[in-house]
């Protein structure tokens, strides 16, 4: 458990019994205000379809901090007053407070994010409000494209580690590389994340912006990956893109988001998806303060409903079932040992080369060797004119030796020859 951890479960702790202490039992939270005649309100409709409203009744993520790395939180008066607490860029192109907006396209795309995860509700019960409305925001700004004078790489990989060193609880990561596999940076970045209990969430992706498969972040070991459904619960075909690592599913359609300029928009994708679930984390982690990241994710994936039809579980295309946020906080769920999701650093053991290590020199006894008799002395110079012992015994004897039966030989046959022209010669013709 780490310090912080420990630190927020004594204060939960102590809270409750101040509570019994003054009231005789443990106080119920008042309850949220909501203006049912409020079309924005009402077009939440994941706050009752997931169970989140019943979730308000035990938290609304107190204590908890959400790392929304995007194109940056806008500074909307009402919706992030008080719940931004800390930001940067990591992009080389933004404002140091991570609080500028970032490309022409997707500037509101952060804002969008954060205000589903924990965007304040207004006290008349108007408004766009969050999935943890109590929860701390950190806003990392990060570049896509042309807004960025950073590799996008190296952005990501920073912006990991500076959410974990200012306490970020959890960790939204709504975007993909539509790439199977994952810059080696990442590898440390995200082990960081992890090794420091960090709950981090990432969106599957979408097929309706050229998502055909899943790709990293979404495919790293350990990460709580979301896959979208429509509102009917029914797999989204292009507000999302299926795979084996998803994990949870939830509303990726009909979503609605808050502006850098304040303006309420419709939109849909696993970019809203994910800050749900990021919410609901930020519920579980606030009603259980001595939990691990690892059984956060647990409760998460082992409460959530399963779909009629799935043919697996976890299934390529709602993982292990529909998001449920008020059973996830309130359920009976037994703890675990390890992430669900994976182990980055056995995958990380297994798959990447590792580092040549130097090996020791051997360490063998010397052999001792006698040493060679000395070679014999050169003999003198002699002419060359002048046949030596070697060519006497090598090359004259052998050639005196082949030649002389030859010539004897050849002698022999042309004076037979001769004998036998001489008898013909005197033989008279008849």
Do not use: C
């Amino acid at each position: 458990m780490t310090r912080k951890r420990m630190l927020r479960g004594a204060v939960a702790a102590a809270a409750a019994v101040a509570s019994v202490l003054l009231l005789g039992a443990a106080a119920t939270p008042a309850p949220v205000p909501d203006d049912p005649a409020d079309p924005v309100r009402a077009a939440e409709y994941w706050l009752d379809g997931a169970g989140i409203r019943e979730a308000w009744q035990t938290t609304r993520g107190e204590g908890v901090t959400i790392a929304v790395i995007d194109t940056g939180i806008g500074k909307v008066p009402g919706t992030f007053d008080g719940a931004v607490v800390g930001g940067t860029d990591v992009s080389g192109s933004g404002t140091p407070d991570g609080r500028t907006p970032l490309g022409a396209v997707d500037g509101d795309h952060g804002s969008w994010v954060a205000s589903l995860a924990a965007g304040r509700g207004a006290a008349d019960g108007k408004g766009m409000i969050g999935v943890a409305p109590e929860a701390d925001l950190l806003s990392i700004s990060v570049g896509f494209g042309a807004a960025a004078a950073v590799p996008f790489t190296e952005q990501i990989a920073k912006a990991m580690r500076w959410a974990v060193d200012n306490g970020a609880d959890i960790i939204n990561l709504s975007f993909t590389t539509n790439t199977l596999d994952w810059d080696r940076s990442w590898d440390e970045a995200f082990l960081y994340a992890f090794e420091h209990d960090v709950v981090v969430v990432v969106a599957a992706g979408n097929r309706g912006s050229g998502t055909s498969i899943i790709g990293a972040p979404a495919t790293i070991p350990g990460v709580l990956t979301v896959g979208g459904v429509d509102q009917t619960g029914t797999a989204s075909v292009e507000a999302s893109t299926q795979g084996i690592t998803i994990g949870i599913a939830a509303p990726s359609e009909g979503l609605i988001g808050v502006s850098a300029d304040g303006t309420v928009v419709s939109w849909r994708g696993t970019s809203g998806a994910a800050p749900i679930v990021s919410g609901i984390a930020a519920l579980v982690r606030s009603a259980h303060p001595d939990l691990s990241a690892a059984n956060v994710i647990n409760r998460i994936i082992k409460t959530a409903i399963p779909v009629e039809g799935a043919s697996q579980v976890p299934d390529p295309l709602y993982g292990y079932g529909l998001v449920d946020a008020q059973a996830a906080v309130t359920a009976d769920v037994p703890t675990v040992d390890k992430n669900p999701m994976g182990d980055l650093a056995e995958w990380i053991r297994l798959y990447r080369k590792a580092e040549t290590v130097p090996q020791p020199e051997p360490t063998v006894t010397p052999v001792a060797v006698p040493p060679l008799p000395d070679a014999d002395a050169p003999s003198e110079p002699g002419s060359p004119l002048l046949p030596s012992a070697d060519s006497l015994l090598y090359g004259t004897l052998p050639l005196i030796a082949v030649t002389v039966p030859g010539i004897l030989v050849a002698l022999g046959v042309t004076a037979a020859a001769r004998r036998i022209r001489s008898a013909r010669a005197r033989t008279p013709n008849p």
